[in-house]
């Protein structure tokens, strides 16, 4: 069933995910039973070592990868059950991701990447998506590079008009999978601040993968995965939530 | 979907040699179909549209003896004859005023130019022929050095008359100058008598009131009772198959150009299939390097027909690029083409269109041919899941059987191992680039494998079997021992051999009657043991007599298909050609009787069957019992004469000087002999005719296969280079200079183009020995010997190594130019 017949209040909710791979012809799971739920508005750090499941969850969310059991409800729909073409209008309409490499078509403009999204939903006119496009730039601060290629601005510059892009249909839940990655500390600041207003004035929510200590500290909720499972949700127990925590898997 | 629109263009103009590689390609097919489809109609076009203006027979016929005026006008009398029209024919030698050397051309007459009514001859400029003008045909300036308002010397009947060429003439409808290697000249019906002795009519021409097949074969028929009646034998004269009744709706030379554009045709369509073969290459490359960008869009909304409409646009814009390139090319080839023919057939050149058709195909092969190619790694893209689409950093690509193989080899440089591994990473697109080269390699390698059997079997094998330099023909019969010691005067001449060459009927021996549906073709009386004559006759005291004559196997050495040549000793055995024996049926073991002017039948029993590239239809019995069978003992009128220099020049006037001693004699000297020409090498040279010009054509279908192939590998590796852009980046960061990078990538072109010559030269072979014994020889209705030569495998060899070394140097280069750090990040 694609969708739910009673409403939630949550935005996201992962009932037992589970999630296995073949690697070298064996199977490895990665997820072994995660259960989550996000609210809207909500600002979330997702953490923890490399390869534990981090990214892995997030693409459950997105409809990126499938679970191998489990169930992944988005916005009251069920995200595992929707087929590759559902999913991608729905994702149009819903959801904003934001990579880590930021992703943008090399081949259009900044103006153009960030308008695509709306071109693909069917939304506006085509001269209003320019124009909201750029209204999303400006945002982001970065009109005065609106008709530049990607490949002629910074990593920094790149990875705003990719929020820009995010946001291009007004999607209630935005996905980003180590935004700050690939950023200089400075760049990374003010991608980080863009988020926050974006939460506070915009009530988006956003799930962001991070192994970036400092950052997650900072954030309202901080989800631990390590191993496959949910090893701490500040949330549930904020007393626990310590920063030196953090100190060893940051160096892990 | 306006701004996907924006990324259609940027694609296309960003890579702008992918993007002239992908137009090119297409364009290439469509150009090589609409040269041959726009050709071939209208070159039919307008052989039809002339040849009807001529107002054509629907029955024409050479007929011996030739017909005087009552006979011909008696014509007139017969059910279903409306117009009747003769035809005074000859041949004649000639030179330009000042010229040394004598030529032989064929000479017409009409009885009144003015009042033609068939097969019109049209004055293009000057005046028609009279008393003291010759008309020459339109194009013997080109191709013989003579034109209106030149004086020429005609030698007929040991005087020599000059005459100005006064007009200029033109056969209205195709005519096949080039092939008749002769001028052809013009003159009065009076002037035709006094050069040629004759005044009768040797070639008739016949219409009915309507045209209809039956009709007009009934009335040849009333016409063949006539003739009967009359004694005259008749055969069929219309070109190319002397044909008795022809249609005329149809030139029949447009059959043959059928023919011929059917070969050209399907080369054609092999060129289409390549170019989707690459397409298919190139779009799947493009989605490949692309598949990333194709995840993001699917990850931020995009629906499969969206992508799909994107990429589509992409392709069909590709086509739409090549309809601008091959449209005009294609038409302007098409016409060099009928421009071509044009001068061949003499034939008025039209004004330049565009065919229709031809152009409805052509535009048909851009737009579908790389839209159904593009389908299939366009569909595969799509069903990728995003997440494999969206490219993680690092080197990507996973393991194939040549990488498991090659990981245990030892003793192998690593560069060669991954030299051969890159080479074949995607078998996929290994399999369509090998295809296509190895097409390429087949058809350019079979093009000149027939090249080389055309040469073989026109000069080569021709050689061989016709061992003599020069050969002349006589008015008369003369006596065989004669004409072979007055060959002796040539101090040149090393030995000479007289036959006797007589037009005949033939028929099965069963068959008690004549009909005129009888073979007619030329029998050879040869001296088959070593004396030339069988009675003794008295020679010219003055002359010592060759002491010993050689064995006719020395100036005449056919290959035998099945049975045996003639031996000492045979009296009632002939050897026929395989040609005759095919349109016959006639087999080794057949008796056959033969008819000969004299109406004289005699029976002769098939021992042989023969192969001669220049002796199509004929048949060869010992020279005594053709003396024999035609009453003309100890008589001959062929002579083949061996010279000591087979120099060419010393040929030819080894030929001249004979001419003049017979006709010292008081010998008749043919104009031409019964093989047209009088010496080995312009028989040589004048022979392979049609051939000469469809292995053009087809060269020219060669050099577009191999340009095809050439792009089509240069497209393939730099799309390989650029896929691999940071696996060069990581080889250069690990101590790979940038020559060792190039020699990767060199090295892997070459791989791949030396892999589709190995493929490829077996598989010519055949293709080759196919389209000579099969294919043009049934098409131009000749014999075409096989032969093999290894200069069209070294050929495309060189240029397939060449090919790669360049596709792979260039892409290779530029991508060596670029910093580590860029290759690295290179998406």
Redesign the interface.
């Known amino acids: 069933m694609a969708s739910l017949s009673q409403p939630s209040q949550y935005i996201v909710e992962l009932k037992d995910l589970t999630k296995s791979f073949i690697v070298g012809g064996q199977p490895v799971q990665i997820l072994k039973g995660i259960s989550l739920q996000f609210e809207p508005g909500e600002f979330v750090a997702i953490t923890g070592p490399s390869g534990n499941g981090k990214s892995t969850v997030l693409?459950m969310i997105?409809?990126?990868?499938r679970p191998s059991g489990g169930e992944v409800i988005v916005n009251e729909r069920a995200v595992h059950t929707m087929s590759?073409?559902s999913l991608?209008?729905w994702?149009?309409?819903n959801l904003g991701?934001i990579?880590q490499?930021y992703?943008?078509?090399?081949?259009?403009?900044l103006l153009?990447n960030v308008?695509?999204?709306m071109?693909?939903?069917g939304r506006f006119s085509?001269r209003q998506?320019l124009q909201r496009a750029m209204e999303l730039l400006e945002i982001v601060g970065l009109v005065d590079q609106a008709y530049k290629l990607p490949g002629m601005v910074s990593g920094g510059q790149q990875q705003r008009a990719a929020i820009a892009?995010?946001l291009?249909?007004d999607p209630p839940l935005l996905v980003a999978d180590e935004p700050t990655g690939n950023l200089d500390a400075e760049t990374a600041e003010s991608v980080f601040g863009l988020f926050q207003c974006l939460v506070t004035e915009q009530n988006k929510t956003i799930l962001m993968v991070t192994h970036d200590a400092d950052l997650a500290q900072r954030m309202p909720r901080i989800i631990e995965i390590r191993n496959g499972l949910v090893a701490c949700d500040s949330i549930v127990a904020p007393e626990i939530f310590v920063p030196a925590r953090l100190i060893p898997s940051k160096i892990q | 979907?306006?701004?996907?629109l924006?990324?259609v263009w940027?694609?296309l103009w960003?890579n702008k040699s992918r993007t002239m590689q992908v137009v090119l390609v297409i364009a290439l097919g469509s150009i090589g179909i609409g040269l041959v489809m726009g050709g071939n109609n209208l070159i039919a076009n307008t052989f039809n549209s002339q040849w009807k203006l001529a107002n054509p027979p629907h029955i024409k016929l050479g007929v011996t003896p030739a017909l005087d005026d009552d006979q011909l006008n008696a014509l007139k009398r017969i059910e279903g004859v409306d117009q009747v029209q003769g035809v005074l024919s000859g041949s004649m030698e000639w030179r330009k005023l000042g010229d040394t050397k004598w030529q032989n051309a064929r000479l017409e007459s009409r009885p009144d130019f003015r009042a033609q009514k068939l097969e019109l001859i049209g004055l293009i400029t000057g005046q028609w022929p009279d008393r003291s003008g010759l008309g020459v045909i339109r194009s013997a300036d080109e191709l013989y050095g003579v034109a209106e308002g030149d004086t020429i010397e005609v030698r007929s009947n040991e005087q020599v008359r000059r005459f100005i060429l006064s007009g200029t003439l033109k056969p209205v409808g195709p005519f096949p100058v080039v092939f008749l290697g002769q001028p052809v000249f013009y003159a009065d019906r009076s002037t035709f008598a006094r050069l040629t002795g004759r005044d009768t009519f040797n070639i008739v021409e016949v219409r009915g009131p309507q045209w209809s097949r039956s009709a007009a074969e009934a009335t040849d028929l009333r016409i063949q009772d006539y003739f009967k009646d009359i004694s005259v034998d008749s055969v069929g004269l219309e070109f190319p198959f002397q044909a008795r009744v022809v249609s005329p709706e149809v030139s029949p030379g447009v059959e043959l150009l059928s023919a011929i554009f059917l070969i050209l045709g399907i080369i054609g369509v092999i060129i289409i299939i390549l170019g989707i073969f690459l397409v298919y290459n190139s779009i799947s490359a493009i989605i490949t390097q692309q598949i990333?960008?194709i995840g993001?869009?699917?990850?931020?909304?995009?629906?499969?027909w969206?992508v799909l409409y994107g990429y589509a646009l992409l392709v069909l814009t590709y086509g739409g690029l090549a309809v601008m390139v091959s449209i005009p090319l294609g038409a302007l080839g098409a016409r060099s083409l009928q421009g071509l023919f044009v001068n061949l057939l003499n034939l008025d050149n039209p004004p330049f269109r565009l065919d229709p058709l031809a152009v409805s195909v052509q535009i048909g092969v851009c737009f579908v041919a790389p839209l159904l190619a593009a389908m299939l790694p366009l569909l595969a893209g799509l069903r990728i899941?995003?997440?494999e689409a969206?490219a993680t950093?690092g080197l990507t690509g996973s393991s194939g059987l040549m990488d498991r193989l090659s990981a245990r080899l030892r003793k192998v440089p690593f560069s060669l191992i991954l030299m051969v591994g890159n080479a074949f990473r995607n078998p996929r697109r290994v399999f369509f680039i090998e295809l296509t080269l190895v097409l390429s390699g087949v058809i350019f390698m079979m093009v000149l494998g027939v090249n080389d059997s055309t040469s073989f079997t026109f000069d080569r094998k021709l050689r061989s079997i016709h061992n003599y330099q020069v050969t002349l023909s006589f008015e008369n019969l003369e006596l065989a021992q004669r004409l072979e010691n007055l060959a002796r005067s040539d101090p040149g001449a090393r030995a000479a051999q007289a036959w006797l060459a007589l037009p005949i009927q033939g028929r099965p021996a069963a068959q008690k009657e004549a009909a005129v549906t009888d073979a007619r073709f030329t029998v050879f009386g040869l001296p088959t043991d070593t004396i030339s004559s069988t009675t003794a006759i008295p020679v010219d005291a003055t002359i010592p007599a060759l002491t010993t004559s050689p064995a006719s196997g020395d100036f005449y050495q056919p290959d035998i298909i099945e049975g045996r040549w003639l031996i000492a000793g045979d009296s009632s055995a002939a050897v026929i050609t395989r040609r005759l024996a095919n349109a016959r049926g006639w087999q080794v073991g057949d008796r056959i009787t033969l008819s000969a002017s004299n109406d004289r039948d005699t029976t002769w029993e098939i021992v042989g069957i023969t192969f001669d590239p220049l002796v199509q239809s004929a048949a060869f019995v010992p020279l005594a019992a053709l003396q024999r069978a035609s009453g003309e003992a100890g008589r001959a009128n062929t002579l083949f004469v061996q010279t000591s220099s087979v120099d060419p020049a010393a040929i030819q006037s080894n030929s001249e000087l004979l001419k003049t001693i017979y006709k010292g004699r008081g010998m008749d000297v043919a104009p031409s002999s019964v093989f047209r020409y009088n010496t080995i090498t312009e028989i040589v040279s004048n022979t392979a005719g049609g051939f000469s010009l469809i292995i053009q054509l087809l060269a020219i279908m060669a050099v577009i296969i191999a340009v095809v192939g050439g792009v089509g590998l240069s497209g393939v590796l730099s799309l390989n280079v650029l896929e691999r852009t940071r696996e060069i980046g990581v080889l250069r960061s690990i101590g790979a200079s940038n020559s060792r990078v190039l020699r990767l990538f060199m090295g892997e072109g070459v791989l791949l183009g030396w892999l589709s010559w190995l493929v490829a030269l077996p598989l010519s072979i055949p293709a080759a020995y196919l389209m000579s014994t099969v294919g043009l020889s049934a098409a131009l209705n000749q014999n075409l010997i096989y032969h093999f030569s290894p200069y069209g495998a070294l050929a495309w060899l060189f240029i397939i190594t060449l090919l790669a070394l360049i596709a792979s140097a260039l892409p290779a280069r530029s991508a060596t130019r670029v910093s580590v750090r860029e290759s690295l990040i290179y998406?």
Do not use: C, W
């Not at chain 1, 997105?62 to 990868?65: E, M, Q, R």
């Not at chain 1, 992703?103 to 403009?109: A, N, R, V």
């Not at chain 2, 993001?296 to 499969?304: F, L």
């Open positions: 693409n997105t409809g990126i990868d590759e073409n991608a209008v994702r149009g309409e991701i990579f490499f992703q943008l078509l090399p081949s259009l403009s153009q308008a695509l999204p071109e693909f939903v085509h998506r892009r995010a291009a249909n | 979907m306006i701004i996907l924006s990324k940027h694609d960003s990333s960008q993001v869009m699917k990850a931020i909304g995009a629906r499969p969206q899941s995003v997440r969206i950093y998406q």
